[in-house]
């Protein structure tokens, strides 16, 4: 997704803040492309599926906690460090309610994660998960969302002829869980897509169609219009 796009989606959803009375602090609220793009890819995959409207649908936010650790990681550590931030919805209401809404959720949900007793109480269940050696199974009807724009991969890693201009996850199977949808960086040879967004989500190949449809959209969206 181009930068522009995204600029004009976070203006959209920004004019919808200005008409919300529940928002407190308006001066200072702010929107993340990872807030804004991710309710957006979320709805569009929830659309995509045709998922049942009394059903429910999960979006799972991984947010980074290295910083708040404590006692904090040790030096050298570069293992992950993150947690899930969780919102789930009724398929009709995310179709149905404007996107904001979503968004908000998910930035309520980004704070509630950054909490040590959520952080603690994460670890001790993921300790759980390891120990009774759980797997959680993929269904679709859920988007865990991990952004990996800002880990350096193409800024940093030099493979000994000089720097990298792309990265792909392949093949897509190698995480194994159909729910994973991800944020990358544009490549480095065209200089009109920087500060875009490639993003990388799995679906079946008769809904890829209509989520294509759903992404083109966003593209043609003008202010005016709702979205």
Known sequence: MDSETIKRLK?????????????????????TTVE?????????????????NDGRTLFCLAVGVRHLMDPPLHEGYY??????????LKVKELNEKPLFEAVKLI???????????YIRSSINMLEIMNRRKM???????????????????????????????????VPWNMFGFVDLCLF????????SKKGGV???????????????????LLKGMKLDEDI
């Open 184 to 191: 990358l960086p544009p490549n480095n040879l065209d200089p």
């Open 107 to 117: 930035k309520e949900s980004k704070k509630l994660s950054m909490n040590k007793e």
């Open 36 to 52: 804004a793009l991710g309710a957006y890819v979320w709805r569009s995959k929830v659309r995509a599926l045709k998922l049942n």
């Open 198 to 216: 490639r993003i990388f989500v799995s679906l079946p190949r008769a809904s890829m169609d209509k989520f294509k449809e759903e992404m083109e």
């Open 135 to 169: 797997k959680i199974e993929g269904t679709g009807a859920s988007l865990v969302l991990t952004d990996w724009r800002q880990l350096g991969l193409l800024q940093e890693v030099d493979f000994g002829w000089k720097g990298s201009v792309n990265i792909v996850p």
């Open 11 to 31: 203006m959209k959803l920004m004019k919808e803040v200005d008409s919300d009375d529940n928002v407190m602090m308006k001066e200072s609220f702010t929107i």
């Open 79 to 88: 293992g992950n460090a993150f947690v899930a931030s969780n919102v789930v």
